[in-house]
């Protein structure tokens, strides 16, 4: 098959629904699909490095909808190249320009949300929902009604899509969502990771992996591990992650406050070997995030044998608890406090076998190739 790919801007720094991309461009082209991507800002060199397949820039944009006039010509021009075209995210001009430009095509397209339709949005940013409402009653609930198919990486996120907007109506599929398999040396990687940061070294590192915002719990996280930081001394809370809406400044403040300052780690945004070397170092993956469609960075930590400890909000939570590759709790800092506790009180050997299952539970639910096979055969059923 020949495949589409639309996202607005594939800058790493926008978090999952920019690397589930990446990942299914990646599990398409092992299959020997045909994959190609169309961006709307400026893709730079060093994005793109890792992106199979052919490369197109629509822009230039003009806000920050990314309108961009020349778009849905640029699809209505291409289509017929395609057996089917994958819009990633809404709420920008991606998904309207595919809509427009399908008109009178025969080209099916298909979208995956990627989270962005959670109810918790409507709760937490009611400013920006009235935005998003406006946009949904414009052109968005189009877009998805007109699609051949709306795609959810599981089944939590497909039931709480259906309670944010009215006059919700698509067809929905669950594809699941995967990675690829890490390739590199695990002793190396790690060792990278501890001369970039050589104040963790010999130290228990609680790995926080995402964007400095709101919806990720950050602050939640701080305040539960100053709870539990006086259990062991060597324990370490490094939080990786782009500074996104300005959030940084606050957090190290809150950590201060709460005298464990000497006991956090910031590192900024971490990519490529780097950041698999902080997966690597550490003894667990920590994402109290108060919404999650998936949680890359949770499949990521799997992938390399970390446990993971998430709230309820991560969707996935299910599978892991189920297949005891990690805990989940609520989404507050009691809920955050109570998992550090329970992971510190078990013995080292029970954390050892909850990194194999770990390990056991990405193999069976989120390899790339697994992954890439079930998006095909929805795609062709479709």
């Given at each position: 098959?020949?495949?589409?790919?639309?996202?607005?801007?594939?800058?790493?720094?926008?978090?999952?629904?920019?690397?589930?991309?990446?990942?299914?461009?990646?599990?398409?082209?092992?299959?020997?699909?045909?994959?190609?991507?169309?961006?709307?800002?400026?893709?730079?060199?060093?994005?793109?490095?890792?992106?199979?397949?052919?490369?197109?820039?629509?822009?230039?944009?003009?806000?920050?909808?990314?309108?961009?006039?020349?778009?849905?010509?640029?699809?209505?021009?291409?289509?017929?190249?395609?057996?089917?075209?994958?819009?990633?995210?809404?709420?920008?001009?991606?998904?309207?320009?595919?809509?427009?430009?399908?008109?009178?095509?025969?080209?099916?397209?298909?979208?995956?949300?990627?989270?962005?339709?959670?109810?918790?949005?409507?709760?937490?940013?009611?400013?920006?929902?009235?935005?998003?409402?406006?946009?949904?009653?414009?052109?968005?609930?189009?877009?998805?009604?007109?699609?051949?198919?709306?795609?959810?990486?599981?089944?939590?996120?497909?039931?709480?899509?259906?309670?944010?907007?009215?006059?919700?109506?698509?067809?929905?599929?669950?594809?699941?969502?995967?990675?690829?398999?890490?390739?590199?040396?695990?002793?190396?990687?790690?060792?990278?990771?501890?001369?970039?940061?050589?104040?963790?070294?010999?130290?228990?590192?609680?790995?926080?992996?995402?964007?400095?915002?709101?919806?990720?719990?950050?602050?939640?996280?701080?305040?539960?591990?100053?709870?539990?930081?006086?259990?062991?001394?060597?324990?370490?809370?490094?939080?990786?992650?782009?500074?996104?809406?300005?959030?940084?400044?606050?957090?190290?403040?809150?950590?201060?406050?709460?005298?464990?300052?000497?006991?956090?780690?910031?590192?900024?945004?971490?990519?490529?070997?780097?950041?698999?070397?902080?997966?690597?170092?550490?003894?667990?993956?920590?994402?109290?995030?108060?919404?999650?469609?998936?949680?890359?960075?949770?499949?990521?930590?799997?992938?390399?044998?970390?446990?993971?400890?998430?709230?309820?909000?991560?969707?996935?939570?299910?599978?892991?608890?189920?297949?005891?590759?990690?805990?989940?709790?609520?989404?507050?800092?009691?809920?955050?406090?109570?998992?550090?506790?329970?992971?510190?009180?078990?013995?080292?050997?029970?954390?050892?076998?909850?990194?194999?299952?770990?390990?056991?539970?990405?193999?069976?639910?989120?390899?790339l190739e697994h992954f890439g096979r079930e998006f095909i055969e929805c795609l062709k059923s479709a």
């Amino acid at each position: 098959m020949r495949i589409l790919q639309c996202v607005g801007n594939i800058d790493p720094a926008l978090g999952g629904s920019v690397e589930a991309a990446r990942q299914l461009a990646i599990a398409l082209d092992r299959l020997g699909h045909g994959v190609a991507l169309v961006t709307l800002r400026p893709p730079q060199v060093n994005w793109t490095a890792d992106w199979p397949g052919t490369m197109h820039y629509a822009g230039p944009t003009s806000t920050r909808y990314l309108y961009s006039p020349r778009f849905h010509g640029w699809i209505a021009q291409h289509a017929a190249g395609y057996d089917a075209i994958v819009i990633h995210g809404l709420w920008r001009y991606t998904s309207v320009g595919v809509w427009r430009g399908l008109r009178g095509h025969k080209v099916p397209y298909f979208v995956f949300p990627h989270g962005m339709l959670d109810p918790y949005f409507k709760r937490a940013f009611p400013a920006k929902h009235l935005q998003k409402a406006a946009c949904w009653l414009a052109a968005e609930r189009r877009v998805l009604r007109d699609a051949r198919a709306v795609l959810f990486t599981c089944e939590e996120e497909r039931l709480r899509a259906r309670q944010t907007f009215w006059s919700y109506s698509c067809r929905e599929r669950i594809v699941g969502l995967g990675i690829a398999r890490p390739v590199g040396d695990l002793e190396i990687e790690k060792q990278a990771f501890f001369a970039q940061f050589p104040q963790l070294a010999g130290t228990r590192v609680a790995l926080f992996l995402a964007r400095l915002h709101p919806k990720k719990g950050v602050d939640l996280l701080i305040r539960a591990f100053a709870r539990v930081a006086s259990a062991d001394p060597r324990l370490r809370l490094v939080i990786a992650g782009p500074d996104e809406c300005g959030w940084k400044a606050d957090l190290e403040q809150l950590a201060v406050q709460l005298a464990i300052d000497n006991r956090v780690v910031w590192t900024g945004p971490l990519y490529g070997k780097l950041k698999q070397g902080a997966l690597r170092a550490a003894e667990v993956l920590a994402l109290p995030s108060h919404t999650e469609n998936f949680g890359i960075s949770v499949v990521e930590a799997m992938a390399c044998g970390v446990p993971v400890l998430i709230s309820n909000r991560v969707n996935i939570w299910r599978e892991i608890e189920s297949d005891g590759a990690g805990f989940a709790a609520s989404a507050d800092v009691e809920g955050m406090t109570a998992l550090f506790e329970r992971w510190l009180s078990i013995p080292a050997a029970a954390r050892r076998r909850m990194g194999i299952n770990a390990l056991r539970s990405f193999a069976q639910r989120f390899e790339l190739e697994h992954f890439g096979r079930e998006f095909i055969e929805c795609l062709k059923s479709a």
